[in-house]
């Protein structure tokens, strides 16, 4: 059985062949640029949940100055519970992953590797909110719940006396967390009385940031090199067919047929052009 | 989390009033405190009256609806006291509620007079028996206290 390589267009109209050396190298460059994207847009996810968890809880505060139905109410306290749940599970979905996105940009390098496990070593050493948001995960994977009570105050404006600023604050309280085997004990037995949620998110983002500003520090070269490559074979193809290089695909094929295909993936989505990703997260 | 409202249509809280909602399971309190630099400049003693409440939640009520109705009582009577001690230099600096009682503290200096003249007001009907005492703090420690 003959193996095929080429660089196709959906629906097979225009193909460049290739030899097998260039298809290994590009399947290298879509495996770096693929992770080093995923640690990007996993920054992202938490960003945008946090802002999620903003717009519900100033809409739970408001809530209260209302008279709402209990239905509605209970919607918009589901959304900050969804939003808080969703907030967490993208952080550790970035944490547990990323080492390993770090090194399947860099898999000869131990040393750079290392240097991030030390850091988020001693972010979980030095941040209370890092061994908090950490320890939550199971609580609310478990339990499901996360925010125990909230406070709404108000103060007037200064500058209008009709109008008065609110402020929610939405707290996790030591009491209803329960005790060792509910909660990581450690993290139970340092815990103030209660936690302020977006206190806590804030610090917990300062940690996450460092972590983040390093593994991005450590992988650029690596993305660099990877989309140089791209971008080569990408211009080939234009150059070779006069057309566009979107929605391209790397192809293995195996016997006569090029529809017997053993392995594909796309690599128009990883190239700098690609909107997805930017410098500026 | 900030943001703004105008008052809400269904009661207006009174002017020179902070407020503190508070919201746990099958909780919740209601305060208005009045401005901490203005309850210093009423006076050095605190007058404390209890009042329990006699209305209670009907089967089935929304927790949320029975303390919205509590807050309007409660409102209504804090402008009725500040009317009747005002001859007095004095004011409620301090209202504190939650589904079983309402506490009124009433700043002053001269306890004495706005004891007596508490007690020559008619109890609401929502209340059942009143209990009034002299503080043994100032109100600005009180204020401060409650906050916590």
């Not at chain 1, 192809?251 to 006569?256: A, F, K, L």
């Not at chain 2, 005002?86 to 001269?110: G, M, P, W």
């Amino acid at each position: 059985m003959d193996s095929a390589y080429c660089i196709q267009s959906p629906g097979n109209n225009v193909l460049m062949p290739l030899e097998e050396e260039q298809f290994r190298e590009l399947k290298r460059a879509k495996k770096r640029l693929s992770s080093a994207y995923a640690i990007r847009h996993k920054f992202r996810l938490i960003k945008t949940n946090y802002a999620l968890i903003a717009n519900s809880l100033k809409s739970l505060g408001y809530s209260y100055l209302t008279e709402l139905t209990s239905e509605q109410r209970q919607d918009i306290k589901n959304q900050v519970n969804a939003n808080v749940s969703n907030y967490i599970l993208s952080a550790r979905t970035f944490t547990a992953q990323l080492k390993r996105h770090v090194q399947a940009c860099l898999p000869q390098d131990r040393v750079e590797v290392n240097r991030l496990t030390r850091r988020m070593e001693i972010e979980y050493q030095r941040s209370f909110a890092y061994r908090f948001i950490d320890s939550l995960y199971d609580y609310i994977s478990y339990y499901g719940i996360s925010v125990h009570s909230v406070d709404v105050s108000g103060k007037l404006s200064l500058n209008n006396t009709d109008e008065r600023v609110y402020e929610i604050k939405a707290y996790i309280e030591r009491a209803y967390l329960g005790g060792p085997t509910d909660f990581r004990a450690s993290v139970l037995k340092e815990m103030p009385a209660r936690v302020e949620l977006i206190e806590l998110l804030d610090a917990y983002m300062e940690s996450l940031g460092r972590i983040y500003d390093l593994a991005c520090k450590i992988t650029d070269e690596a993305t660099e090199q990877s989309q140089l490559l791209l971008r080569e074979f990408l211009n080939v193809f234009e150059g070779v067919n006069g057309t566009r290089a979107d929605n391209l695909f790397v192809v293995h094929s195996i016997g006569d047929s090029p529809d017997k295909i053993y392995d594909s993936f796309p690599i128009s989505m990883y190239s700098a052009q690609a909107e997805v990703y930017d410098n500026n997260p | 989390m900030e943001f703004t409202a105008n008052t809400p249509i269904s009661r207006s809280f009174p002017d020179g009033y902070e407020t503190l909602y508070r919201v746990s399971y099958n909780y919740r309190s209601f305060a208005l405190l009045l401005d901490a630099l203005a309850v210093k400049s009423i006076g050095n003693k605190s007058v404390e009256l209890v009042l329990p409440w006699c209305i209670y939640r009907s089967e089935g009520e929304e927790i949320d609806i029975h303390v919205l109705r509590l807050i309007d009582y409660a409102i209504a009577l804090l402008h009725e006291l500040n009317e009747k001690i005002n001859h007095l230099q004095s004011k409620v600096y301090l209202l504190d509620l939650d589904i079983n009682r309402c506490v009124f503290r009433i700043a002053t200096e001269q306890p004495q007079a706005v004891i007596t003249t508490l007690q020559s007001m008619p109890c609401p009907e929502v209340f059942n028996l009143p209990q009034i005492k002299t503080d043994t703090s100032n109100p600005t420690d009180i204020r401060q206290q409650f906050i916590g």
